[in-house]
């Protein structure tokens, strides 16, 4: 499709486990952007990718977080023992370059029982 | 620090009826961008607009206006006749502009509005 796609829609997984959430963005965009979105929260910025460099990486909520992207283009939000705090929705966004606005996928609903 | 404002949490009109929904915004940069997105029951963020700080011309697009006064740091958003459709959540939001941070244009967001839509 043209649009951001992300997957999987849901994931339902068990605290203590590892999750990987993957994001293919629009082709063509070389900056993706990593949110999470809960209750609590609201909106907040993980991550930032410029190609496959990470230039900013100040949101992600501790060492138990972690994403890569490759070949300028699907990126992977991975996060290590999670804990049910995690819980949220996941979206990705990306842009034709760093200063265009950002679309965003369907996002990844992430449940931790 | 940014940060953005949206001070109704929710709000309820009746089909036809006109609804401003309201952004405050505060930020140190002196050039930045603001944004309004919107969120249906689908989930998906939809992309509405972006003003540049240094362009506070109003702007128009169909029934959607949006009302951008620096002096006020508000960005407002106004739909004219509204629809059923229109029913969703809509976030303000607000991004440097230059990404001189390595920031790129991250996103600070506002709460949300939540527009119900009523026949």
């Known amino acids: 499709g043209a649009g951001v796609s992300q997957s999987p829609s849901n994931k339902v997984t068990e605290k203590g486990k590892d999750v990987e959430l993957r994001c293919d963005p629009i082709?063509?965009?070389?900056?993706l952007y990593w949110y999470r979105q809960s209750l609590g929260q609201g909106l907040e910025f993980l991550i930032y990718?410029?190609?496959?460099?990470?230039?900013?990486k100040s949101g992600l909520p501790s060492d138990r977080f972690s994403a890569e992207r490759t070949g300028g283009s699907v990126s992977t939000l991975t996060i290590q023992r999670t804990q049910q705090e995690d819980s949220a929705v996941y979206l990705c966004a990306s842009s034709l370059g760093a200063r265009q606005p950002q679309h965003f996928g369907d996002g990844t609903r992430l449940s931790i029982l | 620090a940014q940060k953005v404002t949206q001070a109704q949490t929710e709000i309820s009109v009746v089909e036809k009826e006109d609804v401003t929904l309201d952004c405050v915004y505060e930020?140190?940069?002196?050039?930045?961008?603001l944004f309004w997105y919107k969120q249906p029951p689908s989930g998906e963020l939809v992309f509405l607009i972006r003003?540049?700080?240094?362009?506070?011309q109003n702007e128009i697009s169909g029934r959607y206006s949006w009302n951008f006064q620096k002096s006020t740091s508000s960005f407002n958003f106004t739909i004219t006749a509204s629809q059923v459709v229109d029913s969703a959540v809509y976030f303000c939001a607000l991004s440097e502009a230059w990404g001189v941070t390595g920031g790129g244009n991250k996103l600070t967001f506002g709460t949300g509005t939540q527009l119900k839509v009523e026949l």
């Open positions: 990718f410029q190609g496959n460099s990470a230039p900013d």
């Open positions: 003003r540049n700080s240094f362009d506070e």
């Open positions: 082709s063509g965009h070389t900056a």
């Open positions: 930020t140190r940069d002196t050039t930045y961008y």
